[in-house]
């Protein structure tokens, strides 16, 4: 049973040195030393259902085309072709019609990587076809997730996500399915978005509507230290939800039960979600640096099929009121971006409310220097 504790930091801990969040060069080590090496949430299986159904992802500056093959294998290959490397795909999501055909000279690649056909590259003496699969990344699905790794020889992801491959299912979150997506592009660093989300400190003052549902002083913590952070806050009102009227209609996920019915538990899933399992949805964010100022971060809302399947569905009680905390959340994180970009900025004192952020900030500095 995890332990729940009330966020506090060590005396004198403060927020991270400007250059974390401007630098160019910070950003590049970002991409190599976060990003290509640690396994990053990019869909849910359910948007490639079938074989030969693909959507595109961008990891770590990598174009990946996300497919699924024949035996029901998930793959995320590089869209590059291995003649001479030209992107294969340029639409976002689809399906191909069994294969992946390179628009340049017809190089042909089945769903799994392997290379089926290369017009009359017979005719070249020592050329073998097997030389020339596409790349790949390492690619697992979790809780519904799809999972890619850019890394040559990943930490296996069971090892990497031993925190969390049970703790979420009582949510039965890989059942889910998602429904309207929304993406929004930010002008500050992708740390902001994390550490914004990881205190209440902020809610009294730009979320009175959250506020009005639950108490900003109510998140207590069970992963404090690591790569992933977060716990719960507590609902002002019994089998209420966050929505836009504060109750639902909709019956609790899984086997949501208990304490459960009145908790929204929120972490952060180093470098690339935010998860947020309330009674009756889960959130999640998708959290893709563009540059060391620039973020895009795509929102989705997720929910028991069999809830969607009834005749009148309507998510909006739950997407109106997290686009419009999420709006609030943005617009300060660009403020917080553009006064730290300032020469007046200097590290400030974190308060108590803020213990994930100083533990963000230390996972994150011990991953940029090993
Ligand atoms: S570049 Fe792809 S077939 Fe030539
Ligand atoms: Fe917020």
């Known amino acids: 049973m995890e332990t729940f504790v009330k966020a506090q930091v060590s005396p004198g801990a ?5 250059r974390w969040y401007l630098s160019a060069d910070v950003f590049a080590q970002e991409r190599e030393r976060i990003f290509a090496r640690s396994w990053i949430a990019v869909g849910r299986a359910e948007h490639v259902p079938n074989a030969g159904d693909f959507v595109l992802a961008d990891v770590a500056g990598e174009s990946l085309i996300v497919t699924r093959d024949q035996h029901g294998d998930v793959h995320a290959h590089y869209n590059v072709c291995r003649h001479r490397g030209t992107r294969l ?3 976002s999501a689809g399906r191909f019609g069994g294969s992946i055909q390179c628009p340049y000279h017809a190089w042909t690649y089945g769903l799994d990587g392997t290379l089926l056909a290369a017009r009359t590259m017979a005719e070249v003496p020592g050329f073998d076809r097997t030389d020339y699969p596409l790349r790949s990344a390492a690619t697992t699905v979790h809780d519904g997730f799809i999972y890619v790794n850019l890394a040559p020889a990943p930490e296996p992801f069971a090892t990497a996500f031993a925190p969390l491959l049970d ?3 009582r949510w039965n979150v890989g059942a889910l399915r998602a429904v309207r997506p929304i993406t929004y592009d930010l002008a500050c660093n992708w740390k902001l978005v994390f550490q914004n989300y990881s205190e209440c400190y902020h809610c009294p003052l730009l979320h009175p509507q959250l506020d009005a549902l639950s108490p900003s002083d109510s998140g207590r913590n069970d992963l404090t230290e690591g ?3 977060g716990g719960f806050s507590e609902l002002r009102q019994p089998e209420g939800s966050l929505t836009m009227t504060g109750s639902t209609v909709r019956a609790p996920l899984g ?13 952060t ?13 889960v959130m999640a964010h998708y959290v893709t640096p563009l540059a060391a100022d620039r973020t895009r971060v795509i929102c989705t809302w997720l929910f028991d099929p069999a809830t969607i399947d009834v005749l009148d569905f309507d998510p909006s009680d739950a997407v109106e009121f997290w686009d419009l905390t999420n709006r609030q959340d943005w617009q300060i994180s660009e403020q917080s971006q553009l006064g730290i970009a ?4 200097t590290p ?5 409310a803020e213990g994930l952020l100083a533990a963000f900030d230390r996972h994150y500095l011990a991953t940029m220097t090993r």
């Open 227 to 229: 790569p992933f952070l």
């Open 269 to 281: 899933v180093f470098p690339s979600m935010l998860l947020s399992l309330h009674p009756d949805y």
């Open 348 to 352: 400030g004192p974190y308060s108590n």
């Open 89 to 91: 795909c340029t639409e």
């Open 342 to 345: 300032s020469r007046a900025y």
């Open 167 to 169: 703790r979420f299912a």
């Open 14 to 18: 403060k927020t991270l040195d400007a």
């Open 255 to 267: 086997a949501v039960d208990g304490d459960d019915l009145h908790r929204i538990y929120y972490y």
